[in-house]
């Protein structure tokens, strides 16, 4: 059995939207997979039905939704590697069943917690689920080598599209606060300097783990500062977040939505505090002494080494060629 992906390189940005792909590609690279745009130049090779391909979800060109419909009906193994759930996502219904038809043709579906792996399962998937857990995050050394020691204080860092549209919440002029929030992201509208908040500037994905200044990274996909209502929000209990992954890299404890996908996660792991409303901060912050702050860094310290290890990856792919082996071994029985 030979491996390989559809090969994925998005030009660096400033927002985190191609990163997992990115960081996905390059993990499968590494591994040794080979790509199938290659394959595709070479005279005379082609894939066999023991192969397996790697294919990310969604797709960003037609020929590699063509390409996967050509493997799965040629009984060349796929596995799909799901980034988004486009129903789900875009908050459209009629997408559902013909996404699941899709996710049905798939020997393995790569999803990214028991919580989507239960969605889809309620939804009619009948293809093999292995749970990703986390989305790794590879930067270079020298980066993950700057990132600074984590002390305690009130500072909340909040990195992400900072559009209004999005952030409703941000450019609210009754969203006040006592804590510092520091803001890292693109597509600023007018000023977001005010009394006890900051704008640091934009940055790319691979650089931005280091630059980060504060003592706690903020998850709210809410466009008010009260509640997080919206097919957005939605989502956001159903899929893990890649900034999750950019906070836990950068060594920073967590404030999550309680009813986000990650909230347990979090409790469970004491890598943070969850919210109903970004009003609770403060109190929150208040209770929290330097020895508890300290017991969550060493956490989420162990959690950041996982995720520059590129441990997550591993550990699904690892799952997939067990499986494949297993499967072998009992028909040559």
């Not at 986000?260 to 209770?287: P, Q, R, W, Y």
Request: glycine share 4%; with cysteine.
């Amino acid at each position: 059995m030979s491996l390989y992906y559809i090969e994925e390189m998005f030009y660096q940005t400033h927002t985190a939207g191609s990163k997992p792909r990115n960081d996905f590609n390059t993990f499968l690279k590494k591994l040794g997979c080979h790509s199938i745009q290659e394959l595709l130049q070479s005279p005379g090779a082609t894939l066999r039905m023991d192969d397996l391909v790697f294919i990310q979800y969604t797709f960003t060109h037609l020929w590699k939704e063509q390409m996967f419909h050509f493997c799965s009906s040629h009984n060349i193994k796929t596995v799909l590697f799901i980034n988004d759930i486009s129903c789900l996502h875009d908050g459209d219904d009629s997408k559902l069943e013909p996404e699941i038809r899709l996710f049905n043709e798939a020997d393995f579906l790569i999803v990214h917690n028991e919580k989507m792996k239960g969605w889809l399962r309620e939804h009619g998937v009948k293809s093999e689920m292995i749970v990703l857990g986390l989305f790794d995050y590879i930067v270079d050394p020298f980066i993950y080598e700057t990132i600074p020691d984590r002390q305690f204080s009130h500072d909340v860092v909040f990195a992400g599209n900072l559009n209004p549209i999005l952030r409703r919440f941000l450019y609210d002029p009754s969203y006040l606060h006592e804590y510092q929030l520091n803001l890292y992201g693109p597509e600023v509208y007018g000023t977001l300097q005010s009394h006890h908040t900051t704008y640091f500037g934009s940055f790319c994905p691979e650089e931005i783990p280091a630059k980060l200044q504060g003592s706690f990274g903020l998850l709210w996909n809410g466009e008010s500062q009260e509640t997080c209502t919206g097919h957005v929000s939605y989502y956001s209990t159903i899929a893990t977040p890649h900034k999750l992954s950019l906070y836990l890299l950068a060594k920073l404890p967590l404030i999550c939505w309680e009813q986000a996908s990650e909230a347990s996660f979090i409790i469970e792991n004491n890598l943070g505090f969850t919210i109903s409303s970004l009003s609770e901060i403060e109190h929150k912050l208040e209770l929290i002494t330097e020895e508890d702050y300290r017991q969550m860094v060493k956490r989420v310290e162990d959690y950041s080494k996982r995720l520059y290890s590129c441990y997550y990856f591993k550990q699904a792919i690892n799952q997939i060629l067990k499986k494949l082996q297993m499967s072998e071994s009992s028909r040559d029985e």
